[in-house]
């Protein structure tokens, strides 16, 4: 006869098994099924994928195109280059010339296309990374080229640059009789405090020095009040290179205590509401652009890219109202991570566009006046750093050059001018412009005939190529022959400034479609009438583990 202590062990055992069994497959159902939903899965597999390129015929042949198709690539390819070589020469020299000593430069270099191409690419339509000034919505690079930018400078670029060098000026010279000095504050973060509490609806803000020290504060000051060790971020979602919360590639060590889940996902809202070992939730509110989806990129852009559907505004508030709500019910901090899209939506940020209540929100970019920057705002009782009953038991957080003078004085600027009629109008009607522009380009594009489309949060846009071809990335070279400046991600993310007018955005229009048409007919856009996205994707999986086994 067993002891019924024995058995009641034994049942105990078993019941605990059964619910982190239950627990398990709860986590697993609210994960996204995408890759970017499994980061250690991701992470197992790029490790797996092979270096390997195109060489000679095959570069412009990957697609098995006919012979008279690659022909005419190759002498397009060849011409575009002879025109970078003789449009871009000092810029390009220059940037030669410093590449072997930068490694950020060495890094988005190879990777503004698909590796498959990169070294051939780099080699003929190299990239400049030097520029002389910037005039209006116009950057000028060491051979006197003029391009409209759309890169927005990572999204710091916000009102133009002309509005960053008055704000810049503005705070150096408010900041010029204390100097560099550090520790002790210049007036003027008594007034950005002000204004930033009123912005932010929160009771205390801290300042750093860039959007991944602002969200590191956050996440170490929501797990020291809630004394539980897990984050919780979204599947695809960015919120700066901290280990913790950028899991899987990227991340050289495991990010144990992060949970990576479904955004807009019912089965999420089950888990926050289950588990008590959460202490906090990341969003990133560019999601709504393409929910579960990393930032699309030129590098990544092997075949076709689904078009989006429209932001959906309502549905994504709505959303984060209920995400909130059930992060309150079981003490889980929301964290609003606005270092991008802060005060591009709206004055007081997504928070504001979106109508949700964050516990506490970062800001960044734009913030900074055209300087480095990071803020944290939150509720005081988040905010505090040491517990009344246990003086000892501290949460340290601290920067060298947090709150610098002449950084505070370009916010106090910045922040001084968001009052200004001009700056409210251009709120007040930001949704009807860029719904208007993004209509006005794809009906362009579609007058052309191009594969083309594009999709935006206001100002923020992506292109979305429909043609299922492997040569998509092309079209960021077309475009930068056109006058048109991109970012190292190429056409996954345009980025404007507020200063571009009517009449300069119908010029982007007219670029954007010369460069289309020209690619078109130099046949990057050529497929197989069978082809598919899918099938493109399934060639080169299949390319890559044919080199991982050495066939």
């Known amino acids: ?241 901290w280990g913790d919360v950028q899991p899987g590639i990227g991340n050289p060590v495991p990010a144990d205590r992060t949970l990576t889940l479904a955004d807009m996902s019912e089965k999420t809202l089950a888990v926050l509401a289950a588990r008590k070992d959460i202490a906090c939730v990341l969003v990133n509110p560019l999601q709504a652009l393409h929910p579960n989806k990393a930032a699309p990129s030129d590098g990544q852009l092997v075949s076709a890219s689904a078009p989006a559907a429209k932001v959906d505004r309502e549905a994504y508030g709505a959303w984060l109202r209920r995400l909130a709500e059930v992060c309150r019910a079981n003490g889980i901090v929301l964290i609003l991570d606005e270092v991008f899209v802060g005060f591009r939506l709206a004055r007081s940020g997504a928070a504001e566009y979106f109508g949700v209540r964050p516990d506490l929100v970062t800001y960044g970019k734009t913030l900074g006046g055209g300087l480095p920057v990071g803020v944290l705002a939150g509720r005081h009782e988040l905010m505090k750093r040491w517990r009344d009953e246990r003086p000892v038991d501290i949460m340290f957080a601290r920067g060298t050059f947090n709150a610098h003078p002449y950084v505070m004085g370009a916010m106090n600027a910045f922040l001084r001018r968001l009052e200004t009629p001009e700056i409210e109008g251009l709120y007040r009607e930001a949704d009807a412009v860029w719904d208007a522009r993004v209509a006005r380009m794809n009906a362009a594009l579609a007058e052309a005939g191009a594969p083309l489309s594009v999709s935006h949060l206001q100002s923020i846009w992506t292109v979305h190529h429909h043609a299922p071809s492997a040569y998509n990335w092309m079209l960021q070279y077309y475009l930068r022959a056109e006058g048109l400046a991109l970012s190292w991600v190429g056409t996954g993310r345009l980025i404007f400034s507020l200063d571009i007018d009517d009449a300069l955005f119908g010029e982007i229009v007219a670029r954007f479609v010369a460069a289309a048409k020209r690619m078109q007919a130099d046949g990057w856009w050529w497929h197989a009438e069978d082809a598919t996205a899918k099938g493109v994707r399934r060639r080169l999986l299949q390319e890559a583990v044919r080199e991982r086994l050495g066939r």
């Open 1 to 241: 006869m067993v002891h019924p202590v024995l058995l009641a062990g034994l049942a105990g055992a078993g019941l605990l098994a059964a619910t982190k069994g239950r627990r398990r497959l709860q986590l697993s159902r609210a994960k996204h099924p995408s890759l970017g939903g499994h980061v250690r899965m991701a992470k197992r597999i790029a490790g797996q994928i092979p270096f390997y390129e195109y060489a000679g015929d095959r570069f412009f042949r990957a697609d098995d195109a006919p012979e008279e198709v690659a022909a005419r690539r190759q002498a397009a390819f060849e011409a575009l280059g002879a025109t970078y070589a003789g449009r871009f020469a000092k810029t390009l020299a220059l940037t030669k010339e410093a590449r072997a000593g930068l490694s950020d430069l060495q890094f988005t270099g190879a990777y503004r296309v698909p590796f498959q191409f990169s070294r051939r690419v780099r080699e003929t339509l190299g990239t400049g990374a030097f520029l002389d000034r910037s005039e209006g919505a116009e950057v000028i690079d060491l051979d006197g080229n003029r391009l409209i930018d759309l890169t927005g400078s990572y999204g710091v670029n916000l009102f133009g640059y002309d509005f960053y060098k008055q704000t810049i000026a503005e705070g150096a010279e408010m900041a010029a009789t204390l100097g560099p000095v550090l520790g002790a504050y210049h007036p003027c973060v008594a007034d950005n405090v002000r204004r930033l509490k009123a912005i932010s609806g929160m009771d205390e803000v801290s300042f750093h020095m860039s959007g991944t020290e602002a969200v590191m504060q956050a996440v170490r000051l929501a797990r020291y009040h809630t004394k539980r060790p897990r984050l919780v971020r979204f599947a695809g979602a960015y919120h700066g290179w």
